[in-house]
C-alpha cells in the first residue's frame, strides 16, 4: 500500500498509519470522534461509522495498490482511511473544510481519491466495478476492482446484473461483503433469502466465508484470493461477518441492549487497548489534533 | 401537529380503514418505524399490512403494481426519492401504462411515498428533488406534501385515482408544524380551492386577486414563500398571493388561472435543479392561457444547474433560499 | 380451464381448444399464418412466434385456473391460446381489428385478459407477479401466479429482485423458463453464467429441469410442482428446454443452417401431423377462417 | 447513403481511431448486428472493442461508466430506447453525478444510444420518445440523430464533452437517406451554424430569417416538418423557418434567439407525449429571451398525452403527424 499523502498536506504520523494495530485504532477514534461531534451539534448531515468492522478494510489495505480500484459504500470511512491515510481530508470533507478531499460536495458517502470511489446508492457502485474490472483484464492485468457491498445490498438487482457479467467475462473483480447481519434496522433473515454463498455460486463466483476478526488472519484468508483474482481466475465474494457496534447512521439504533451486548463481545478494541495502553492514547490524541486543527480551517471553496 | 405526525396519522387511518391497502418499504417496522419516522406505529397495528422490504426499490414498486392489479391497494416508501430512479421502469413503463396500455382503464391504485430535497446535509444522492423527471407520463398523477394539507383526504385522492400517484414529501417538513384554522400568523391566511392551497393577506377576508405578483410553488417550499412574502410586503409593501398546488402533474392550468384573477406578474418556484423543469410546464400552461395579462413571462425558481453538495454552506449556495424568491418577486413585479 | 369465450364472440370450435392436439396444432397454424401475413405486407409492427415452444403453455393450461395469475413475455401467443382460447381476438389485437382484445392498443406483446397479462418489457413481470402472489397468498389461499420468461432475461436484476421477496415471504409463484438456449440473437453461453437451477437455489427456490416436449409428460412433471406451490410450498422454477423454430421477430434468424436443423430435429409437428393429419388440416383451416374473418372486420376504435 | 448506415460508419471510425473506445449493447455482434442494423460490421472489425451483453440494462450502462472511469470511453447501446427507464439509476445518478459531485470534474466520456419513437407498431412500450424525462439533469448531456448531421463529429462531439451523453435516435430516419450538399430539394436549402441545422429557402441563398414563422424541432421530426413546410408555402405562401438543434439540452436559447432574426411566431415540436415536454424547455428559455417580439406564445406540438398504441391507425393519431405540424405552424403564425 503505497501512502497517500493527505489530500490536506496534513503531516501523517507514519507509525499509527502504518501499524496495522495503529490504523485500527485511529479509525475507532475518528469513528467516536464523529459520533461526539455529532452530539455537541458541531456536524451536520449524516454518517455511517465502521464500529467494529475496522479490521475488514485493515487487513485487505496491504494487499491492494494504487492501480486497483476500490468501491465503497456508505459505511466508507473505514475503508478511506485504510486505504488512502488521509484523516485529515476526510475529516475536512465531513465538515466542509478546506483540504476535504473532495471539496465537501460528496460529504462522508462520496468520496473520490485517485482509484477509491464511493457512493450512496446501494448496488449501483457493482456495475461500475465491472466495468472498470474490464478495463483493468484488458489494458492492466494483474490489478483488481474491489468492491465493498453490505449483505442488505444483495437485495439490489444490480448485483446480480453485475456478477453475471464478471463471471460471463471472467473479470478480476473482488466482492467484499461485510455481513453485519443487519440493514439499517433490518436483520438479515427477513431481508436475504438463501445465503451469499449460494448466490455466488449459482453465478460461478467463487466465495469465501470467514468470521475472523484477527486482522493477520483475515488477511492471510483474503490473500489467495485476491491472488487468484489478479490471476486471472475470475470473480471471488469474501464474506466476513462482523458485528455492527453502533447505530445505522446516528441514534437510531433500535435493537435490544441484549443484541447490542453480544454485538459488543466480538469487539477487538477493549483487548488491544488494554494491551497497548499507549498506543491507544496516542491514536485518540491523534485524532483529537485533527479534529481541532480541521474545525479551525476556512470552510471549503466551491462553485457549481 | 408535525407534517410527519400528520402524514403518519393519515396512514393510520388509512390502513386501519382499508384492509386491502398494504404499506410496503425498507425498515418501516417498528420499533425503527422509517428512516424518516413516519410509518411509525403502523406495522404494531397493522402487522398484516405492513411490509418491511430488501433493498430493491424496483422490485418494491413492481409488488405493490401487482398488489394493485390484484384489487388490493398499495402505498410503498421510496426511503430517499434519489432512490426513484431505480424504480423508474415499474413506475413508467408498467404502472402508468397498465392503466392505459389495455385498451381499457385498468384500475391501479397506488401511491409511490417519495422522502425528498435538501437542506439537510445528506449529500448529491440523497437530497434531490427529482419531481420534474416524472412530469409527463401519461397515467400518472404526483402529488407533494404540504404543510396545509388534510393527509387523510391526500391519501383517499390518490388512490381514489386507481391510477399510479408519486407523493414528494419535502423531508424538512416532516418535523414542521401543520397550519390548521385558516391562519398563518398576523398578516397571512390560507384557504383551500380544489387540490389549490391559496395564502396571502387578502384570503379568507378580502379579494386575494388583488395581490401584486403571484408565487406558485410546491408544499415543501411553503416556510420560504412565506419569509420572502413577508418581508416582501413589510419592507415595500408588494403584497404577494401564493398558490399551492397539491397535485404538480396534471397541473391544472385552467384553476390555477382563475385564482391568479388580474395578476401580471407570476414566480414559479421549486427545489428542483435548473433546466426542463415543473415550473417551465406551468409557465407554458398560464402563458397559454394569460399571454395578454402578463407583464413579462413568468419568472422560474429554482435550485443551480447543479449536485446538491454536502457541506451546508456549499448547499446553502445550491438550493432556493427565501432571499431568492423574494429577490425574484421583487423583479418579477418591478421589472 | 375454463373456456373464456372468445373477446370477438367468436364461434369457438371446442374439439380444436381443448384437445391438446388441436391446441398444439392451432398454435403451430397461427404462428404461422402470422408470418405468412408480415410476408405478405399485411401486419405492421412486430410479433415474437412461439414455434416449437408451443407444448409448454398447452402442457400447463390444464393445470391453471381463472383464479391464477399468468405473466407471459414477447413471445406470448402459444400462452395466450392455450390458456384463453381466443385466436380471434388475439388476431384481431394484433391486426388492430373490431374485437381486440385490447382493442389494438396493446398489440402482440401487451395483452390482458381477466389475470393474465403480458408486457414487452423483459423481467419486468416477475416483482409484479410477486405482488399478485401475495394477495394470492393472503386473501386467495389456493391460487398462484405464474410468469413465464425465457433464458435471457435472467440477466435483468429485476428477476433476482422478485425471486428474493418471493422466496422471504414463501409466496406461491412459480416462474416458468422456456429455455431455448438463445436470447434473440445471443447464445445462453454468452448471457447466463452458470445455471438457471444455481441461481432458483441461491435464494431457495425449488427448481425443476425438464427437456420433455410432450404434452402429457411435461403436464405429469408439472402437476406436482404446482400443487406444492398451491399448497404453500413456496416459489418454484419450472426449466423448460425447448427449441426456438423460428426467427426472434421476423426474418432475423441468424444461426447457422446446421443449428437450426438440429432445432427442428425436435420439433413435434412433423410426427403429429403425419399421425392425424384431418386434425392437422382442420387446426390449418380454422385459423385459415379466423384470419380471412378478423381481416375483414373494421378497424379498431380507441380514443386515449 | 441511408442514416443507419451514416451512423454505423461513424461507429466504425470512432472505434477504429480510438483502441479504448468499447461498443456494449445487447446482440450487437455479427452477424446480427443490433436490432437496428446500426452496429453491423463492428465485432467483426473490432472483436476486442464491441461486447455483446446479456439483458441488463441498467448493468450495462453501468458498465460503460467504469469503463469511462477508467480512462476509456464508452457507447453502450440501449435496444429500445424504452429500456433507458432501466438505467435511469446509473445515469441520473452515478454517471451525471460522477462528473461532478467529487468536488472536481470527472471525466466519464460516454454514450448512451437509444433507438427511439413510433411509427413502427411496436406497442406502448417500444414506441415511446422519452427525451423529455432525462432533460435537465445536471451533468448530462442530450442529442438527437438527424439525418443532416455529420455522425463521426456527433461522437467525437460527445465524448469530447467528458460528461455522459444520452443519444436519441429516432428509428424511422434508420431507413431514409442521409442530406448532403446543402439542397433538401428545389425548395429548400440548409446549412449548420453551431449545433443546429437551418433548413428553409432562404438558407444559404439569402436571409433566412425573413421567415413568416419559425418550427424548432428534433432530428426525428425532420421529414415531417418538411412536408408540412412544402405545403404551407405552396399553398399559402407561408415561409418557415426549421432549426434542427442536434444538442437536445443543455439547450442554446441564445444561439436558437440569433438565429431566429426577427420571427414573430415560433413552433416548437417532438415526439414526445403531451405534459413536461422538452418544448416547454425551449418555449421558456426563448420567452426569456423573445418576449416582445413574440407575437402569442410559443406554440408547442407533441403527441398526444397517451401510451403508443400498436395499431397503425391508433398510433397515427396519437403521434404527431405532418398534418398537425401544419396547422400548428399555420394558427400560430395567422392566429
Ligand atoms: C438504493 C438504496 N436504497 C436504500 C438506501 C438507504 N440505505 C442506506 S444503507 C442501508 C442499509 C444497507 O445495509 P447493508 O448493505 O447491510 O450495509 P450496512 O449498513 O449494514 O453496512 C439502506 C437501506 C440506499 N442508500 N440506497
Ligand atoms: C428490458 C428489455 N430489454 C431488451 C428487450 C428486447 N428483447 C426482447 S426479447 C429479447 C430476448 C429475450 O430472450 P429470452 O428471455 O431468452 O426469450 P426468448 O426470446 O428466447 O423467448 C430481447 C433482448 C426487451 N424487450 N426488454
Ligand atoms: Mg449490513
Ligand atoms: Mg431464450
Redesign the interface.
Known amino acids: 500500500m503505497t501512502l497517500s499523502v493527505s489530500a490536506s498536506g496534513h503531516a501523517v504520523r507514519e507509525d499509527l498509519l502504518t501499524d496495522d494495530a495503529g490504523l485500527l485504532l485511529v479509525i475507532r477514534h475518528f469513528e467516536s470522534k464523529l459520533l461526539d461531534l455529532f452530539d455537541r451539534g458541531l456536524l ?3 454518517t455511517h461509522t465502521c464500529l467494529g468492522q475496522e479490521h475488514v478494510p485493515v487487513a485487505l489495505a496491504p494487499l491492494l495498490t494504487e492501480a486497483d ?1 476500490v468501491f465503497s459504500n456508505h459505511r466508507g470511512h473505514g475503508h478511506y482511511l485504510a486505504l488512502r491515510r488521509d484523516p485529515a481530508g476526510l475529516l475536512a ?4 473544510r478546506e483540504g ?13 481519491n485517485g482509484r477509491y ?1 464511493s ?18 483484464a ?2 492492466e492485468p494483474g490489478a483488481v ?1 474491489v468492491a465493498f457491498v453490505g449483505d ?14 464478471a ?3 471472467r473479470l478480476p473483480l473482488l466482492v467484499v461483503t461485510e455481513n453485519n447481519g443487519i ?4 436483520p438479515t433473515s ?6 451469499i454463498a ?2 455466488a ?4 463466483a467463487a466465495h469465501h466465508l470467514t468470521g475472523t476478526a484477527d486482522v493477520a488472519g483475515l488477511r492471510a484468508e483474503a490473500a489467495p484470493l485476491l491472488a487468484a483474482v489478479r490471476a486471472g481466475a475470475g470473480p471471488h465474494v469474501l464474506e466476513v461477518d462482523v458485528h455492527r457496534l453502533g447505530p445505522h447512521s446516528k441514534g ?1 439504533d ?1 435493537r435490544p441492549a441484549e443484541e447490542l451486548r453480544r454485538a459488543a463481545e466480538h469487539d477487538w478494541y477493549a483487548p488491544l487497548a488494554a494491551a497497548r495502553p499507549d498506543l491507544d492514547e496516542r491514536a485518540r490524541r491523534f485524532v483529537d489534533d485533527i479534529a481541532e486543527e480541521v474545525l479551525s480551517r476556512p ?2 471553496g ?1 462553485r ?1 | 401537529m408535525r407534517v410527519a405526525e400528520s402524514v403518519n396519522a393519515a396512514l393510520h387511518d388509512a390502513l386501519g380503514d382499508d384492509p386491502a391497502l398494504y404499506l410496503l418499504g425498507e425498515d418501516v417496522l417498528d420499533p425503527y418505524g422509517g428512516a424518516f419516522k413516519v410509518t411509525r406505529g403502523l406495522s404494531t397495528r397493522f402487522p398484516g399490512q405492513v411490509l418491511t422490504t430488501p433493498l430493491s426499490e424496483s422490485g418494491i414498486v413492481g409488488v405493490a403494481a401487482g398488489l394493485a392489479l390484484a384489487g388490493d391497494r398499495a402505498i410503498v416508501e421510496i426511503m430517499f426519492s434519489d432512490f426513484v430512479t431505480l424504480a423508474f421502469d415499474q413506475i413508467v413503463n408498467f404502472a402508468a401504462k397498465s392503466v392505459s396500455m389495455y385498451g381499457r382503464p385498468v384500475p391501479m391504485p397506488m401511491v409511490v411515498r417519495c422522502p425528498t430535497g435538501g437542506g439537510r446535509g445528506y449529500g448529491p444522492t440523497h437530497s434531490q428533488s427529482l419531481q420534474k423527471h416524472l412530469v409527463g407520463v401519461p397515467g400518472l398523477a404526483l402529488y407533494e406534501m404540504s404543510p396545509f394539507d388534510d393527509h387523510r383526504d391526500l391519501f383517499a385522492t390518490m388512490l381514489g385515482r386507481e391510477e399510479p400517484c408519486v407523493l414528494f414529501e419535502d423531508k424538512i417538513l416532516y418535523t414542521r408544524q401543520m397550519f390548521t384554522g385558516g391562519t398563518i400568523d398576523g398578516l397571512f391566511r390560507y384557504d383551500r380551492v380544489g387540490e389549490i392551497t391559496r395564502v396571502g393577506v387578502g384570503v379568507g377576508v378580502g379579494d386575494p386577486t388583488g395581490c401584486d405578483v403571484a408565487l406558485i410553488a410546491p408544499g415543501g417550499m411553503v416556510h420560504r414563500a412565506l419569509a420572502a412574502m413577508r418581508s416582501l410586503l413589510l419592507e415595500q409593501e408588494i403584497s404577494c398571493l401564493l398558490l399551492v398546488p397539491r397535485r404538480l402533474y396534471p397541473f391544472d392550468g385552467d384553476a390555477v388561472r382563475d385564482l391568479l384573477g388580474g395578476v401580471r406578474a407570476v414566480v414559479v418556484a421549486e427545489d428542483g435543479s435548473g433546466g426542463g423543469t415543473w415550473g417551465a410546464e406551468v409557465a407554458h400552461q398560464l402563458h397559454q392561457r394569460m399571454w395578454g395579462q402578463l407583464r413579462r413571462p413568468v419568472t422560474l425558481v429554482h435550485a443551480a444547474d447543479s449536485v446538491v453538495p454536502s457541506a451546508a454552506h456549499l448547499e446553502h449556495a445550491v438550493l432556493v433560499q427565501d432571499t431568492d424568491l423574494r429577490q425574484a418577486l421583487e423583479e418579477t413585479f418591478l421589472g
Do not use: K
Not at chain 1, 427477513?190 to 445465503?195: D, F, N, P, Q, V
Open positions: 451536520n448531515g449524516t480500484f470533507e465531513i465538515t466542509g476535504a478531499v473532495c471539496g465537501g460536495v460528496g460529504g462522508s458517502q462520496h468520496l473520490l470511489l457512493t450512496g446508492v446501494q448496488g449501483q457502485s457493482l456495475p461500475v466495478a465491472v466495468g472498470t474490472a474490464l478495463h483493468l484488458r489494458s476492482a442488505g445490498t444483495w437485495g439490489e438487482g444490480s448485483v446480480y446484473e453485475a456478477l453475471n457479467m463471471c460471463l467475462w440493514a439499517q434496522s433490518t427477513m431481508e436475504l433469502a438463501g445465503t449460494g448466490r455460486a449459482a453465478f460461478g437510531d433500535t470552510l471549503s466551491w457549481p
